[in-house]
């Protein structure tokens, strides 16, 4: 596709990318507003993400949305976080402002929230339990604190990155309680049976390896909890088949990668995202998780 020289550009970086959603969802989202914008994806290393952000900003790009693994690292390197980056201690958006200063935000929050919220699902008063201690883990756990969780479990491979992520939303959030697990399956299983919602906020069953799950069997899961899993590609992830068997209600991570991205696009453009259109450009309207 020609990207003629004055059109605006906005970028995803991160390592992988070719599994996104995103430059198919925000293309259908500018031509739906009339915008001559277009939308790249650039798989970047985590040693080469400094290089990577001062490039689009020297190279004049509108913003750029920011995915696994950067999400934490990012924030070094940005004049200005939102309050949402700051609460959550990461960003998945970036605003190339026209003074040359850039600022983060974490639409993942909101993201989350709205996709919970759409499914039907009353965070207030819920015992969740949260997969994984990275950048997608923190927005998790602010949407769960916002939300009023009455008690949120995050568990990390490394049990000192997750007692850091319980730390810092202890203090944003004191009404919830946070507790911090190791990732082995004993600590999994375990937490898993007293749980009301389990969040997968890692990349394990993520195209291409949609055949693996952080839950290894269905017995660790128990009719009439949610389970929400944020990975959307594949659809219909190994984990929501496991919770489906055993009587899991389950949500995908499709509705949340459409409404992060509406505020993402309002941050950039100035615009009310045209929802439908981005709904329609992912599948979701026809989507059955």
């Not at 990207?3 to 925000?26: E, F, T």
């Not at 499914?119 to 990275?134: D, N």
């Not at 850091?164 to 600590?187: K, N, S, W």
């Not at 991570?253 to 309002?266: C, R």
Request: with cysteine.
């Amino acid at each position: 596709m020609e990207i003629p020289p004055n059109m605006r550009l906005v970028a995803l970086l991160g390592d992988p990318v070719q599994h996104s959603l995103s430059p198919r969802m925000h293309a259908a989202a500018f031509q739906a507003c009339g915008l001559r914008w277009a939308y790249v994806a650039f798989r970047v290393r985590p040693e080469d993400l400094p290089e990577a952000v001062a490039g689009l900003r020297a190279l004049g790009f509108a913003g750029a949305n920011v995915t696994i693994p950067h999400k934490v690292a990012v924030l070094e390197l940005l004049d200005e976080l939102d309050a949402s980056a700051r609460r959550c201690g990461a960003a998945n958006t970036l605003v190339f402002r026209t003074d040359g200063r850039s600022a983060g935000y974490n639409t993942d929050v909101a993201g989350m929230r709205r996709a919970l919220a759409e499914a039907g699902v009353e965070v207030r008063g819920l015992h969740a339990v949260v997969l994984g201690a990275g950048g997608a883990a923190r927005a998790a756990c602010a949407a769960l604190g916002e939300g009023k969780a009455r008690r949120v479990v995050v568990l990390g491979r490394r049990r000192d990155t997750a007692q850091a992520v319980c730390a810092r939303m202890r203090q944003e959030f004191p009404t919830t309680d946070f507790a911090a697990l190791g990732f082995d399956p004993a600590c999994v299983r375990a937490a898993l049976q007293g749980a009301d919602l389990v969040v997968n906020a890692t990349p394990v069953g993520m195209h291409p390896r949609g055949e693996d799950s952080p839950v290894a069997e269905a017995a660790w899961l128990r009719p009439g909890q949610v389970v929400f899993d944020m990975v959307y590609n594949p659809l219909r992830t190994r984990l929501l088949q496991l919770a489906r068997q055993a009587g899991a209600r389950t949500v995908g991570g499709l509705s949340m990668l459409v409404h992060q991205g509406a505020e993402a696009f309002e941050l950039w453009t100035g615009l009310s995202a045209p929802i439908d259109a981005m709904k329609r450009a992912v599948g979701l309207v026809h989507a059955e998780v």
